[in-house]
């Protein structure tokens, strides 16, 4: 068996010292109407001058919610995408060049309009590339300020050990960050384990995940979905959690969300159908693989409202059609059973979970995964006309989705804080 989550972080690591979350210093101005300043990490006021000063923030201190921190929506400006290079020949079996080439395209797409940087870049190398799921969860406060979550993670329920690189990143980027921006960014680590990609916010105080993924015995096997919730409301800064209750065929990660359904403004979320044309009652595909799980999500965000009360506008995205199915070498059992994880069992030979909801938006641009597949055009104008606002950027991922995931599991965002008291602020150029 393969050492515990918590002990291999221990096998990484020297246990950190805690912050005091003591210093008044940390807001920097006042302006009129600008809040009393609140207690936070800093390291005593003083930016970061040398490796190894820790900057986690220690057991009972206040959370990110208590100081007013909250996770921004994907729409909002970003500073950084943060990707790894794919370099495991495990996850992409003899198409790993391809699935690379993919990637560099994609990265280059991005760099004109969001810095992209690579885990490798900064000297941190993990087992696998799926950095949405493993990286930093950045938060923002009103003033500017920056600050990390960092989850456990157990490599999606034990599945594919070592993860020990994957566990660290997050305080290695924080690291990073801290160096970069010259000041303590400070960095909240949790018991709790939990993936990017199984949930996505709006905002505004809107979560949606799935009970698949969040409520899996291989997760967190002690937390009900009240504590669970409430852990999300207090490190995250949202009030109100949309829960979704089935995951897709072949998704190795018991049911993430950002294959299934993604915010694209503060009401609007878009949602995988089983139809041809991801029009709901209309060419409905009932003898679809994942028609019953999209179905049951489907009505679930139909009944769903967001934390004002409101009903979501939700619009439809079509299945990929036909669906995809990577040929599996005779020598890949361990891949094939993957593939069918969900169930116990191989799915038709190499069924990969394609899904045109698996997007990352940008700074106005939405980049959308596309198949070679007929559907790919049908879900271009479906996020044409569901987020105007945004530009939607095709980049073909049928190699990368050979390793179970597609953009949005390959990426993880760097927020641009934001101080909305400064006089200088204009709330409709940030967004």
Not at 282 to 309: I, K, M, P, V, Y
Not at 365 to 378: C, K, N
Not at 384 to 411: K, N
Request: glycine content about 8%; aromatic content about 8%.
């Amino acid at each position: 068996m393969p050492p515990s989550p918590r002990d291999l972080r221990e096998n990484a690591h020297e246990r950190p010292a805690n912050v005091p979350l003591d210093d008044p210093t940390y807001r920097r101005k006042l302006a009129p109407g600008r809040p009393v300043p609140r207690p936070i990490a800093r390291h005593n006021g003083k930016p970061i001058k040398r490796a190894g000063e820790s900057h986690v923030v220690g057991p009972g201190a206040p959370t990110p919610a208590e100081l007013g921190f909250r996770m921004p929506a994907e729409f909002e400006p970003q500073q950084r995408i943060w990707v790894t290079t794919p370099t495991n020949p495990d996850t992409w079996p003899g198409c790993l060049d391809q699935a690379q080439e993919q990637h560099a395209l994609w990265c280059g797409a991005m760099q004109k309009v969001v810095d992209v940087k690579t885990t490798q870049s900064i000297g941190v190398a993990p087992e696998d590339a799926w950095v949405r799921d493993y990286g930093p969860i950045f938060l923002i406060d009103d003033e500017g300020n920056l600050a990390i979550n960092n989850f456990r993670f157990n490599s999606w329920g034990g599945k594919y050990p070592p993860w020990d690189k994957m566990d660290a990143t997050p305080l290695l980027v924080a690291d990073f960050v801290s160096h970069e921006r010259g000041e303590h960014v400070p960095v909240w680590t949790h018991d709790m384990i939990l993936e990017g990609g199984s949930f996505g916010v709006n905002g505004k105080g809107s979560l949606l995940t799935t009970e698949a993924c969040l409520l899996h015995p291989n997760r967190n096997p002690s937390l009900d979905k009240a504590t669970i919730e409430a852990h999300l409301e207090a490190t995250l800064g949202v009030s109100h959690v949309i829960w979704m209750p089935l995951g897709l065929a072949g998704d190795d990660t018991d049911g993430h969300q950002d294959d299934l359904a993604q915010w694209v403004n503060v009401d609007t979320v878009v949602a995988v159908h089983p139809t041809h044309s991801g029009q709901p009652g209309g060419d409905t595909l009932r003898d679809h693989h994942d028609f019953a799980a999209l179905d049951a999500n489907w009505e679930a965000l139909s009944q769903a409202r967001d934390q004002d009360g409101q009903q979501l506008n939700l619009v439809a995205l079509p299945v990929v059609d036909p669906p995809l199915f990577y040929p599996l070498p005779p020598d890949r059992e361990a891949f094939e059973h993957t593939a069918g994880y969900q169930h116990g069992k191989a799915i038709g030979g190499g069924l990969v979970p394609a899904s045109y909801a698996n997007f990352l938006i940008a700074n106005g641009h939405l980049f959308l995964p596309a198949f070679g597949r007929p559907t790919d055009d049908l879900a271009i104008r479906a996020l044409e006309q569901a987020a105007p606002h945004l530009t939607v950027v095709p980049i073909r991922a049928e190699w990368l989705v050979v390793g179970l995931g597609a953009l949005h599991c390959l990426s993880q965002q760097q927020p641009v804080p934001v101080d909305i008291y400064d006089p200088g602020f204009n709330a409709d150029a940030s967004g």
